[in-house]
C-alpha cells in the first residue's frame, strides 16, 4: 500500500483549522504564473479549501495533501492560474487533483481540454465539482475528468455515492455532500450540501482505491467507484 498525493487546487489550506492536517506543498500561483510558496496567512483561518482538506483526511487518513491556492479570498482567479497549477501537478507527479472549483465560461473550455487531455495521458486523476447553479462546468463535463455533484434529494447518508456512467452531462458521481467534521476549537461543524464539498470526499475515496491497486486506470477506477455505490 502507497501513499496517495492529492493537490487541492482551491483558495488555500490552512493546516491549523482542523489538527490532523499535514501539508506536503503549500503554495500560491502568482499573477506571473510562478509557484511560490505560501507564508504569512493564519494557518487557523477557515477557508473553502481548507473544509476541502478537513474532508478528504476523514475519509482516507492516509492521503498526503498539497494546496495550490489559484484563488483570492474572495474565490476570485483566472484560468491562466488553474492551468498552471495543473501543469505544477503533472511535473511533481501528483497523483489525483481535487477541483472543488471550476468555470462556467465557454472561452475557457479549449484550453481547460487541452490540459486536462495532457493530464488524462499522464495517468493523472481529476475530481472536479460541477457549478452549484447546475450548468455545464469545465473541467467537470469533460469525458477524461470525473465530474461530481452532491445529492439534492438528500438519498445519500454521509460517505455514499451514486454512479450514473451515461450521464449526458459528463457529471457521473453524486455523492453526500455534508460532513461532520471538528475544528481546532473542538466545535463539530456540517458542512454545507455543496457539490465542492462532495467532490473531496471522491477524491479520498478514489485515494484509497488506488492506495490498494497499482496502475489503475480511469475506467478502472469508475469500476471500483460502482462497486462503492449506493445501489
Not at 475557457?108 to 481540454?113: A, C, I, N, Q, Y
Not at 447546475?134 to 469525458?143: K, R, S, W
Not at 454512479?163 to 455532500?177: H, P, R
Request: hydrophobic share 40%; aromatic share 6%; net charge neutral.
Amino acid at each position: 500500500m502507497r501513499d496517495i498525493h492529492i493537490a487541492i487546487i482551491d483558495d488555500g489550506v490552512n493546516e491549523g483549522y482542523y489538527d490532523s492536517l499535514y501539508l506536503e506543498q503549500n503554495i500560491i500561483i502568482t499573477e506571473n504564473l510562478e509557484a511560490v510558496d505560501r507564508h504569512g496567512y493564519d494557518r487557523c483561518k477557515f477557508s473553502h479549501g481548507t473544509v476541502c482538506a478537513g474532508i478528504i483526511k476523514k475519509y482516507c487518513s492516509n492521503a498526503k495533501i498539497s494546496s495550490i491556492k489559484v484563488l483570492n479570498d474572495n474565490m476570485q482567479g483566472n484560468i491562466e492560474r488553474l492551468i498552471y497549477a495543473i501543469k505544477w501537478c503533472m511535473d511533481k507527479d501528483v497523483d489525483i487533483i481535487n477541483l472543488s472549483i471550476g468555470t462556467v465560461h465557454s472561452k475557457d473550455k479549449k484550453p481547460l481540454k487541452k490540459i486536462a487531455d495532457k493530464a488524462s495521458d499522464k495517468s493523472l486523476i481529476i475530481v472536479a465539482a460541477k457549478s452549484n447553479e447546475d450548468i455545464a462546468t469545465y473541467p467537470a463535463c469533460f469525458h477524461n475528468v470525473l465530474g461530481i455533484k452532491s445529492d439534492k434529494s438528500n438519498m445519500l447518508k454521509e460517505g455514499q455515492l451514486s454512479c450514473n456512467f451515461q450521464s449526458a452531462d459528463g457529471i457521473e458521481i453524486t455523492a453526500c455532500g455534508r460532513h461532520r467534521l471538528v475544528n481546532y476549537l473542538g466545535e463539530e461543524k456540517t458542512t454545507s450540501n455543496w457539490n465542492s464539498y462532495a467532490a473531496p470526499m471522491i477524491s479520498a475515496i478514489i485515494a484509497g482505491i488506488m492506495a490498494d491497486h497499482e496502475n489503475l486506470s480511469l475506467a478502472k477506477i469508475k469500476e471500483k467507484l460502482l462497486d462503492k455505490a449506493v445501489k
